[in-house]
């Protein structure tokens, strides 16, 4: 889902919400065709602290790899992958900030901001800059801007629309649509996370886990575009949390499963 895919901190409460889950994540993970599994987090706490998550990787010639995240006072706080360095910044309670920057030899520049503007507890925006040109090369510096919008139905964000700007230019819009499930979702109020070079935003926002998105294509003239679509399909636990889904866009699907903390 373009720029809501992948991100990490543990958020805490201003107040109580009845609806906050009462499992921790253990686990996370994605089953790939051939069965292996890759990425997979893991997930570390301490009472209700989060102490530590890594992300283990099987890279495409079999190389296993691993991503880490530093916590502090039971938020993520950085996260270092190879020549990636990532920081987290906050304002009590609540994220306000990621950066990231890829000293990689083969760059020279590759950075990535993120800035999360808030309305009470809820994010209602969030802008991502991103600086990249591969060291050597004639050409100009790539500059992009994405801004979402986040319009909010009750617990849930509903809407985000999301505008591009490329090189100083409008580069389209898009509009995401969400519907949900009215079961828990596990990383609600407890686990957000950055990853490489991409946000997840929105799997963390709400309480309940996403059943349907609507993306809407909107270009710079105008012209819209026949809308597509994405499906998760959830198997639940005794207790409603999901422990498997699978998320599909008609062509391709993915199945994604959870474990949690033995109480």
């Known amino acids: 889902m373009a720029a809501l895919v992948l991100c990490a901190a543990s958020c805490k409460k201003e107040k109580e919400d009845p609806i906050e889950p009462t499992k921790k994540l253990a686990e996370w993970s994605l089953e790939q065709a051939d069965s292996t599994i890759t990425p997979r987090d893991v997930f570390v706490w301490n009472g209700d602290n989060l102490v530590s998550i890594t992300r283990h ?133 407890q686990i957000f996370y950055c990853s490489l070079y991409y946000v997840s935003t929105i799997n963390f926002y709400g309480p309940h886990n996403i059943l349907t998105v609507k993306k809407t294509k909107i270009s710079d003239s105008g012209e819209v575009a026949e809308p597509t679509y994405e499906y998760y399909e959830y198997t639940y636990d005794a207790d409603g949390y999901p422990i498997s889904y699978i998320a599909s866009d008609g062509t391709s699907q993915w199945k994604y499963l959870y474990s949690y903390v033995e109480k």
């Open 57 to 189: 990787w099987i890279t495409s010639s079999g190389e296993p790899t691993i991503e880490y995240f530093t916590c502090k006072d039971g938020r993520v706080v950085s996260e270092e992958y190879r020549s990636i360095s990532v920081s987290y910044s906050y304002d009590g309670d609540k994220l306000i900030a990621i950066a990231s920057n890829d000293t990689n030899p083969r760059y020279a520049v590759w950075k990535n901001n993120w800035q999360f503007e808030y309305d009470g507890d809820k994010i209602v925006k969030c802008t991502h800059t991103f600086q990249g040109a591969l060291a050597g090369s004639t050409g100009a510096v790539t500059n992009r801007t994405i801004t979402q919008n986040i319009t909010w139905t009750g617990d849930n964000p509903t809407k985000i629309e999301e505008n591009t700007i490329l090189n100083g230019e409008n580069a389209g819009t898009t509009i995401y649509e969400f519907t949900y499930d009215g079961k828990s979702n596990p990383r609600y109020g």
